[in-house]
């Protein structure tokens, strides 16, 4: 049995490709998760409206563009 010249360039340029789209796809799914932040652990700074990403769980935070504290509430944006 013997291949011809074009099933051997079509399997030399598809087979690698292939692989590299699957697993471009499989890591975009993966950081697609990480990407989304939980609207929970974004602060508004009160002084300067600075956005920042804080622990979720604390009551005040501190804004690491000014260094002032700030309380829960709602996000203005």
Do not use: T
Request: glycine share 6%.
């Amino acid at each position: 049995m013997s291949l011809k010249l074009e099933w051997i360039i079509f399997l030399f340029l598809f087979l690698p490709l292939s692989a590299i789209i699957l697993l471009w796809l499989f890591s975009c799914q993966e950081r697609k998760g990480e990407s989304q932040l939980r609207r929970d652990k974004i602060w508004e700074c009160e002084i300067c409206y600075g956005v920042y990403r804080a622990d979720g769980r604390d009551e005040i935070s501190k804004c690491p563009l000014c260094g002032s504290y700030n309380k829960r509430g709602p996000a203005s944006f």
